[in-house]
């Protein structure tokens, strides 16, 4: 397994593949039940989306909202813990899976697509919560030769990744991006910028040093003289005084401005470079980014909503429709070899989530040699009602 638990699968896809496994007779009333499920696990979800943007309030720089009751420092920071550990929660009920050091190791290393080198200050940057869902091989093409030509390149992508920084100075910020190359996690972090690769700085430095050599050659030889016998004059190296007439001064002034054109060109120059590789940064922020601060919880929620559901009725269908009855780890490796097998896809079944959420309704009995076993499809929707409006655990 590839210890991803995200189904990359609908809901709505997950409830017609598990209907056409049954009899006609049983589809609508089991289309019945995962409505009834759907309708009350996002009533749940509901409380737990007011208590997330409780929690972000006192920290969201973009609310037009006015703050009634300020928070001392102590209320601001256990507030600011009750934030990050609510998002950690809720990235993870979504299928996220953090981030570990090694991976951004890896991503600072390794070669970028971008065809950039970025530094991270991180200096400002007082905590960060990375989070990943959803990984994948895909072929891109990238320019190569200067852009003249393009070449294929396999590269592994996240198909989502939640970023969350908190400052130094008090800020914090919330983001959510899609199909970040593996090699690219960098560019994601705040406060990055563009350095300069090795290549980059011979693409610069050769053209300028020759072209600093024609510019010495051609206009500053004789500027260059002159200004040398004065100098040596007034330092009393050179007896033989230098006179400077109109055309003496005008050699000299073509000579600094020369030199002058000449700095200003490859300053120039370098600065243009870096607009590039800053605006193929931003460009590629700009399509990857999925939402920002309080907008991300409803993205999460939504997913983490899905995912409760999804693994619900995997576990439910498959107790139900077993010819006998299944250990946990039976069901487990069912679901998984059902994904492998029949939809070309290999993902790790959180077992555990799917029966908490059926134990919770009645929907699933143990006995004490830990066989399950499934409450009938026609009690299903009866005991999956609305009345316990709680937030989901």
């Not at 200096?123 to 895909?138: C, K, Q, Y």
């Not at 069901?331 to 134990?359: M, N, S, Y």
């Amino acid at each position: 397994m590839s210890g991803e638990h995200f189904i990359p699968f609908r809901k709505a896809d997950i409830v017609a593949m598990l209907a056409d496994e049954v009899d006609e007779a049983e589809r609508e009333p089991f289309r019945g039940f995962a409505r009834m499920l759907a309708v009350v696990l996002h009533l749940r979800f509901h409380e737990r989306i007011e208590a997330l943007k409780d929690a972000y309030h006192p920290f969201n720089s973009d609310s037009d909202t006015r703050t009634v009751a300020k928070l001392g420092p102590q209320e601001r920071e256990a507030a600011r813990g009750r934030l990050e550990a609510e998002l950690t929660e809720l990235a993870r009920a979504a299928n996220f899976t953090e981030i570990d050091p090694a991976e951004l190791d890896r991503a600072f290393t390794e070669h970028s697509l971008l065809k950039v080198r970025l530094a991270v200050d991180r200096s400002a940057i007082d905590r960060i919560l990375l989070f990943r869902r959803g990984e994948a091989t895909v072929t891109r093409e990238v320019p190569v030769l200067f852009g003249l030509r393009r070449k294929s390149v396999t590269v592994t992508e996240y198909s989502r990744v939640l970023v969350y920084a908190r400052f130094r100075d008090g800020r914090t910020i919330i983001k959510l991006f899609q199909n970040v190359p593996r090699e690219d996690l960098e560019m994601v972090f705040p406060h990055v910028q563009v350095r300069m690769r090795g290549i980059d700085k011979w693409l610069i430095g050769v053209p300028a040093i020759v072209s600093g050599i024609v510019m010495i050659a051609t206009k500053l030889v004789t500027s260059v003289g002159l200004l040398l016998l004065l100098i040596a004059f007034w330092m009393g190296l050179h007896d033989d005084p230098v006179t400077l007439d109109r055309t003496g001064l005008v050699t000299v002034g073509i000579g600094l401005t020369a030199l002058g054109a000449y700095f200003v060109r490859q300053v120039t120059n370098f600065k243009n470079r870096k607009i590039l590789f800053m605006k193929a940064l931003s460009e590629n922020l700009y399509f990857r980014n999925l939402d920002n601060d309080a907008g991300v919880f409803h993205h999460l929620l939504d997913a983490a909503e899905e995912a409760e559901v999804i693994e619900a009725l995997l576990a439910y269908h498959f107790i139900r429709t077993a010819p006998k009855p299944l250990t946990t780890d039976d069901l487990d490796l069912a679901i998984e070899d059902w994904f492998a097998q029949r939809w070309a896809e290999r993902v790790d079944f959180e077992v555990d989530d799917g029966l908490r959420k059926l134990r919770e309704f009645g929907l699933v009995r143990e006995d004490g040699a830990g066989l399950l076993t499934a409450a009938p499809l026609n009690e299903a929707a009866r005991l999956v009602r609305p009345s316990d409006l709680s937030a989901p655990r």
